[in-house]
């Protein structure tokens, strides 16, 4: 048998579960893991929320339901860590773990730092919690061409305007989350349009707002943290299992990691401050270096961020999407659990 490969897991966030993963859960997971999703619906219904099996096993895919806060993050929960525990751990050596935006708290639950249970109460909570919030939401523009390389001088630019439009009176706007190619920024109302009148042409797609999300990772989120630090205490964390990088490219070391530290980045900074997802991937691979990345479901649109932020740092000579491609159809290095023929190659057969 030959050796196993060393792997950097990341976890998606918000926007992942879609209409193509409706189902999905109970498919791929649902005689394996049957009595985890018990509990999971359990904890639903303790709180009169629909549950999990409930609204993965609904007749049609709605986005007025599945895409808000408090049905999509344990929805996209339950599919990442049942993926999370499905790895061949034969075939791969988990080195660490990481996530995007909510996909943080999966991957405290990936890494050990809280159980897989309290991983989906800590999700479920923070679904209903990310709606506390002031008036506002996000705004996706890309930075990138079609050849997945930066287009000079326009993340400055971008940065530079936010800077000054979150200075004018009764304007808040900021960066949310850095996802290599694409920038989110997040603000109020009068911020969010100001950025929209105000933004230079960006490449590949017009200036998108995301439908449902709130100026997360910003100031403005601050009843969505102070609700998570009066709900969920400290004693639901203890030291993690496997190293996690944040998002700010900080990594939480086994033995060397304080619980109480960890949640109070967790239900702090992690929800007021920027994500730095693209330098939480960098990180990771230039620390463990890893032989594959595996991107757990739901979906695979994550994929092209951690592509992105590989070609950032020329990672094992990636400098485009050619590039990445070729590497891609070659030997592949991320594996994303959301394809079928990649899910092969990482779930035990």
Request: with cysteine.
């Amino acid at each position: 048998m030959s050796a196993r490969k060393t792997a950097l897991v990341v976890a998606p966030g918000r926007g992942t579960y879609g209409k193509g993963e409706l189902g999905s859960i109970a498919r791929l997971h649902g005689a394996r893991f049957g009595e985890l999703i018990a509990n999971f619906d359990a904890q639903r219904r303790e709180r009169g929320q629909p549950t999990v099996t409930e609204l993965d096993g609904a007749d049609r895919f709605s986005v007025a339901t599945h895409m808000r806060g408090d049905v999509a993050a344990p929805l996209i929960y339950t599919a990442t860590i049942l993926d999370f525990l499905s790895i061949d751990r034969e075939a791969f050596d988990i080195a660490a773990v990481a996530g995007n935006s909510m996909g943080w708290y999966s991957a405290l639950a990936c890494g050990g730092a809280v159980s897989v249970e309290d991983g989906f109460r800590i999700s479920n909570a923070m679904g209903l919690n990310s709606q506390t919030h002031g008036p506002g939401g996000q705004i996706l523009l890309q930075i990138v061409g079609d050849d997945w390389r930066p287009m000079p001088g326009l993340r400055e630019k971008l940065l530079g305007l936010a800077a000054d439009i979150g200075s004018r009176p009764g304007h808040a706007l900021a960066l949310s989350i850095d996802l290599a190619g694409m920038l989110v920024f997040a603000g109020n109302e009068e911020g969010l349009a100001a950025l929209l009148a105000e933004a230079p042409p960006t490449p590949g797609r017009d200036p998108l707002r995301l439908a449902g999300h709130g100026p997360f990772h910003t100031p403005l989120m601050f009843g969505s943290a102070d609700k998570a630090k009066a709900e969920l205490p400290a004693v639901l964390f203890g030291p993690p299992a496997l190293p996690m990088v944040d998002g700010r490219g900080h990594i939480w070391r086994r033995f060397a990691s304080d619980p109480a530290d960890v949640w109070d980045y967790t239900f702090g900074h992690q929800i007021l401050a920027p994500y730095d997802f693209a330098l939480s991937v960098q990180v990771a691979v230039k620390e463990f270096a890893p032989d594959a990345i595996i991107l757990p479901g739901p979906g695979e649109t994550l994929g092209g961020a951690i592509a992105q932020a590989l070609i950032g740092i020329e990672w094992q000579g990636l400098t485009s999407k050619a590039d990445f491609a070729a590497r891609q159809a070659a030997d592949p290095v991320l594996l994303s659990m959301g394809r079928a023929d990649q899910r092969a190659l990482v779930v035990a057969g």
